[in-house]
């Protein structure tokens, strides 16, 4: 899942990045509202956090804008502590949810998981196609009931696949998805990581629809 952490204080955003990175997010950080715009405007994110008081153009702006423009992008605000009118204005404004900075980081990830499952449609954390089932909460999956290890890019790609079972996955959702700024560039990363679920799901799991991306079939015929 690729968030973007607009945030201006440096070791706060430095943080976060790396935290959400460490915990399977392809985190991307900048430091304005403007810059935050532009990069929402030319690439896909899958989530938000905004840092409300920021240098320049406030973070509450940025959302204004964003709403006007009818983004639907699930947003995190954070917020000082016993900031109450700030909360409001903040979800008065579209936000999704709010933490208080400084904020746990195991409390963030597991609200931005929840955001992104609510936007996928599918507020349960756990996941089914077929006998396959994902549990996003212990980020565990099991094919038959029996527990399968997968790398954590194989696991990205799977818990978005599985989140629109039977239906095509665009490329490019999946590799803006799965890999921020920081990440590989090899333009056939994308089908090394599916190569290697195909080899752990079995072949006829996931079909290359050509041209366009990849369909999780819960059903595979034998
Ligand atoms: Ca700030």
Redesign the pocket.
């Known amino acids: 899942m690729r968030v973007l952490i607009v945030?201006?204080?440096p070791l706060?955003g430095a943080g976060l990045r790396t935290g959400l990175g460490q915990d399977g997010f392809a985190a991307d950080w900048l430091t304005s509202a403007e810059a935050a715009l532009h990069a929402l405007r030319l690439e896909h994110f899958d989530l938000l956090v905004l840092?409300?008081?920021?240098?320049g153009r406030d973070?509450l702006s940025l959302l204004r804008e964003l709403r006007q423009a009818g983004s639907t992008l699930p947003v995190l605000i954070?917020t000082a502590r016993d900031a109450v009118a700030e909360k409001v204005a903040g979800l008065n404004a579209g936000a999704d949810d709010y933490l208080v900075?400084p904020c746990d980081l195991d409390e963030l990830s597991a609200r931005l998981r929840a955001l992104a499952r609510r936007a996928w449609g599918r507020p349960a954390p756990l996941c089914r196609a077929g006998d396959l089932a994902l549990d996003a909460t212990a980020r565990v999956v099991t094919l038959g009931g029996k527990p399968l290890a997968l790398s954590p890019r194989e696991y990205d790609l799977l818990e978005i696949l599985i989140a629109h079972p039977d239906r095509v996955v665009l490329r490019t959702h999946l590799e803006a998805s799965t890999q921020g700024w920081q990440g590989e560039v090899e333009s056939n990363s994308l089908e090394v990581h599916i190569h290697h679920l195909r080899r752990k799901l079995g072949k006829k799991r996931v079909l290359t629809v050509r041209g366009f991306g990849y369909q999780l079939v819960s059903e595979p015929a034998s």
Do not use: F, I, N
């Not at 840092?51 to 240098?55: N, R, T």
């Open positions: 945030e201006d204080d706060l840092d409300l008081g920021l240098p973070g954070l900075k």
